[in-house]
């Protein structure tokens, strides 16, 4: 079976500082992985996602994570953080090539203090 | 190009009742998937619609189930309403046949359902 387990329900970090979301997952065969943000009261917007290939992936709004298969985790970073990056944050797996059903972590709250 | 819409914003019933949520996919997409995100939880998976039939489906219990009509748009029904039901209720689209923007799904606002 897999699932994503997100390392701190809740971060905190200053502005401008590095933003640093950790993500680590478990899946018996080769995982797409997501990372989707979350604003209040509103839906998901996917961020930025791991099909194949290259496995440092660039997302929107400066956002990248890198897969990495011997520590089983996708974590999430951006250099700089800035006011408008409070969100709540969700990593996220599937393990079929149509991502027809998606395993979602418990989310991490990113607040950026001035 | 209008997004994922779901309706209502939000609904309060009472345990026992029965609601429905509906659900109007992405231009162009063809799947859709629902989900269950409870107040400080991740959303999680209901089960997912492709050609007016259920493809997958998660771990809930058959109070909850669905419909896809022709024109893509979704409805989810949750019969004999608990407590436990309350949540927002996410609805997803997707077009599972286009490459590799298959793996994205579009998600709507949500609709918020209280049971009181």
């Known amino acids: 079976a897999q699932s994503v387990t997100q390392l701190g329900s809740h971060v905190s970090v200053s502005e401008g500082a590095l933003v640093l979301l950790r993500c680590n997952y478990s899946s018996s065969v080769p995982p797409y992985l997501f990372w989707y943000v979350q604003y209040p009261n509103q839906g998901l917007q996917l961020l930025l996602k791991y099909t194949t290939g290259a496995t440092l992936v660039k997302g929107i709004n400066g956002f990248e994570a890198e897969f990495k298969k011997s520590e089983t985790s996708f974590h999430l970073t951006k250099p700089s953080a800035h006011m408008s990056d409070a969100a709540e944050y969700f990593c996220a797996v599937s393990v079929d090539s149509s991502a027809s059903k998606i395993i979602f972590g418990s989310g991490t709250r990113l607040s950026i203090r001035p | ?116």
């Open chain 2, 1 to 116: 190009d209008a997004g994922v819409t779901q309706s209502p914003t939000h609904l309060i019933k009472t345990r026992g009742q029965q609601v429905t949520l509906r659900c109007s996919p992405k231009s162009g997409h063809d799947t859709v998937s629902w989900y269950q995100q409870a107040l400080g939880q991740g959303p999680q998976f209901i089960f997912q619609y492709y050609e007016e039939e259920e493809r997958q489906r998660g771990n809930f219990p058959d109070r909850f189930s669905g419909h896809q009509f022709p024109n893509y748009s979704s409805e989810l029904n949750v019969n004999a309403l608990l407590l436990g039901d309350s949540a927002l209720y996410l609805c997803a689209s997707s077009f599972p046949t286009s490459g590799l923007s298959s793996y994205e799904q579009y998600f709507g606002p949500g609709t918020r359902l209280t049971v009181t």
